[in-house]
């Protein structure tokens, strides 16, 4: 499967081996794979070309920054530089802008390819994770080139897979995850210290799920969803983003096939759809977003608009529940 890529490997590693600057980004709200794809991606670098400017951009995320933090960059940075982006689908979503049409930019990407904004896009939808990506890239150049993989690249992207995952959870979880997970245990990092830290959560953010156990509402057969209001945050002290990590947590429930958190930001209202087999993704895009067909974000403009989403979002189930002809339990 590595093979169709190859040319695009091949074309990567010699832009990276002629520019001695180059400044890697991710997404804005960075997720473990944002920082594992990210890192892995400097560390690979540095390690076997370590006489090359390498900078790293996006604003540090407070429960994240453990694994490394960003630098502050300016204009004059990005003179002469190559910039590659990782795990980040469309160009509004990349945090930190200040390169220019000069820059030659590179996009490592995995979500469906809606927005190719690279000069080069290595976009591989059939990966769990930008990070499984970067090992595929990082593979492909170690037997042809013996370029090498030290232990914080492993550590950076075992724990990019363990996020977009969900621990091996998610059916993007494939034959090839399991076996680059297996190859990235080989090195020296503390696995066990490494989840332990990722599943530390501030009292906030503890309470906070509670309101969402107590609060989410069933819309109909198979769809769940929960409104998360300004003050809400407020009382709980969570940011937006702080909110959207909880949606994985209805997962569990009974009969449930696809829901969302939608999260009032003021202007918008900003929507993150989850699902256990409908495809989602084609939905989002009808407000404003998009994503994986089983993960997926939109934007909606107010409550009104929602309902319509959730309208939707009910259709796509009831078919298929009905094409899959699954009776729900209760
Ligand atoms: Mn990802």
Known sequence: MTTNYENLYEEIFQKIKENDRIIIHRHERPDPDAYGSQGAMYQIIKENFPEKTLITVGKDSPSL???FKNSEV????????LVIVTDTANFPRIDGKLFTKNNFLIKIDHHPPLDNYGSINLVDTEVS?????IYNF???????????????????????????TGRFLFPNTSNNTLKVASELIKYDF????????????SENIMRFR??????YDVYQDGVAYLKITKEDMDKYGVDPGEVSTGVNLLRSLQDLYAWCFAIDEGNKVRV????KGPVINTLAEKYAGGGHPLASGATVKNWEEFDDLLDDMARVVAEYLKENNIKLEN
Request: charged share 30%; net charge negative.
């Open 65 to 67: 920054d453990f694994l």
């Open 74 to 81: 300016t204009e004059e940075d990005y003179k002469e530089a």
């Open 129 to 133: 994770s930008c990070s499984e990506l």
């Open 138 to 164: 990082y593979k492909y150049l170690n037997k042809k080139y013996n370029i090498k993989l030290n232990d914080e690249a492993a550590k950076l992207l075992y724990l990019g897979i363990v996020g977009d």
């Open 190 to 201: 503390n696995m066990s210290a490494l989840l332990d830290k990722m599943e530390i959560i």
């Open 210 to 215: 509670a309101f969402i156990f107590e609060n």
């Open 272 to 275: 993150r759809i989850r699902s």
